[in-house]
């Protein structure tokens, strides 16, 4: 009996040393359980466990990993968190609205900013989500004809409110020392870290074709993309992006290309993909949604507005009401200010678009004002997932993820090394994570109700701090970090 007693502790000794070097192991501050990851950059698509340490992934594993924090991830997708290349809505709440659509990092390429480093410290300590922008050439014009440093233009229209129906920075033409002095504008931007040079030309369009080409070449000196809202829509305006940047050596990203090409989109695909396979640095994007949005003061509604966008009155909606325009609504709103709707795409194009290969999803998401505006800024990306993956099957789901993920993530790389740790579910990369149900996700965010939260993301996480959990927001919580290539050192 005292011999196998003996036997006996000993035995449970051996366990216990066991159990404690199983403990001893690595421990992670967090560890996702048994979810189905799915890492468009590698093809990974298998149940693992994640593990989560200072921010980055630490480990991806079939075998359990230690953590005094584990989410049960059963049933859900882990992927890639959502990088969106074009979101105006750079406000607090609005990348709280994003965030339920299962975004991490949200970056204003198109419009951009200027001046660059001031934006940057103000988003300091107050971002969900990680941040960044181009260098404005909108903004960068009203800083050269007014002397006005608007930052972030559609954040902060009231600072050319006083500027007059015509604006120089939108409707009169540069001169010589004007345009050396954008361009002296715009190399300050990139000096101050921006992630490239954003064009609104439709929004400037006064601004020569000569103008823009001196701009696309210092974005090529400097070897750094160039994000473009062209001239006008359809086929000839985008041929002249495309033609601009071939000739100076620019870098090219064309902006919502669904609302961009109108009903020209299946030439402008086949235009860009044969400017691809030359050998061009050329991408594009587009929304999931059939009506576009922007301001109705803006010089995109100057007079010859409905032939630009093959519309007229009744297809544009004024974004507080709903009601649809006539043109005695409209001339009184223009004077006032403020968003409208455009009704102006087919969903065939649409869809196409989103189908496409190499076309990224990017919401083009507007700031949200007393809650209205447009729901791409809060639905876009789980709209892609629910309507056209699940329900029209238009593309499938790894696709879909690429799109969201690592395509906008390799566009950027190149230039901004901070994108090599984002868009991809690899040990190393920052633990930006999106966790949602393949079966439920969905948009729910309407033209009445733009702010509703998208469906089936219960889980979104930036830096390795949850942003959304359990399907809530996680208030007061700022994660977010900022997307720059060379901050400026002081």
Excluded at 263 to 268: I, M, R, S, Y
Excluded at 276 to 294: F, H, I, N, Q, W
Excluded at 300 to 319: H, R, V
Excluded at 410 to 435: C, H, Q, S
Aim: aromatic fraction near 6%; proline fraction near 6%.
């Amino acid at each position: 009996m005292v011999i196998g007693r003996w036997r006996l502790l000993a035995a449970v000794g051996l366990l216990t040393v066991a159990v404690a070097g199983c403990a001893s192991g690595p421990r992670y501050d967090l560890v996702i359980r048994g979810g189905r990851v799915m890492d468009p950059a590698s093809g990974l698509d298998s149940v693992r466990n994640v593990g989560i340490l200072a921010g980055k992934i630490a480990a991806i594993s079939a075998e359990p990993l230690a953590s005094d924090s584990v989410l049960d991830a059963n049933g859900l997708v882990i992927a890639p968190g959502f990088i969106d290349l074009h979101a105006h809505g750079q406000s607090t709440s609005d990348m709280e609205i994003q965030a339920r659509d299962g975004v991490t990092t949200a970056l204003e390429m198109e419009v951009g900013v200027y001046p660059v480093d001031p934006w940057y410290q103000s988003m300091v300590g107050k971002a969900p989500l990680n941040y960044g922008a181009t260098v404005s050439h909108i903004a960068a014009r009203f800083a050269v004809f007014h002397d006005v440093e608007v930052g972030h233009w559609p954040l902060n229209r009231a600072a050319t409110a006083g500027l007059g129906p015509d604006p120089a920075g939108a409707n009169s033409a540069a001169n010589p020392g004007q345009v050396e002095a954008l361009g002296g504008a715009i190399r300050r931007g990139l000096d101050e870290g921006a992630l490239g040079v954003g064009f609104g030309i439709n929004y400037t369009p006064a601004a020569t074709p000569d103008e823009i080409a001196s701009m696309f070449r210092i974005a090529a000196e400097r070897k750094m993309p160039v994000f473009v809202h062209t001239r006008a829509f359809g086929i000839g305006a985008i041929r002249e992006a495309i033609t601009t940047a071939a000739a100076t050596g620019a870098a090219l990203h064309v902006v919502h290309v669904g609302s961009s090409a109108g009903d020209d989109l299946p030439t402008a695909l086949a235009l860009i993909d044969s400017a691809k396979a030359g050998g061009m640095d050329l991408t594009t994007e587009v929304y999931p949604y059939t009506a576009a949005s922007t301001m109705l003061e803006s010089a995109l509604f100057n007079p010859g507005w409905q032939a630009n966008l093959k519309i007229d009155y009744p297809d544009l909606a004024w974004a507080k009401t709903g009601e649809r325009l006539t043109k005695e609504s409209f001339d009184r709103y223009r004077k006032e200010g403020g968003w409208v709707i455009i009704y102006m795409m087919k969903d065939a194009n649409v869809e196409r678009a989103i189908a496409h290969p190499g076309v990224m999803i990017a919401s083009d998401g507007v700031p949200f004002v007393n809650g209205t505006g447009h729901p791409r800024g809060a639905g876009s990306f789980a709209r892609v997932l629910g309507h056209y993956v699940r329900e029209r099957k238009a593309l499938g789901l790894m696709d879909a993820l690429g799109k969201m993920t690592i395509l906008p993530a390799r566009r950027l790389e190149g230039f901004v090394p901070a994108m090599k740790n984002k868009g991809r579910i690899a040990v190393g990369a920052d633990a930006d994570l999106t966790l949602f149900d393949p079966a439920t996700v969905i948009d729910r965010a309407t033209f009445t109700e733009p702010t509703q939260p998208s469906a089936g993301i219960p889980h979104v996480i930036v830096g390795g701090t949850f942003v959304v959990r359990g399907g809530e927001l996680v208030k007061g919580v700022f994660p977010g970090k900022p997307v720059r290539v060379s901050p400026p050192t002081k």
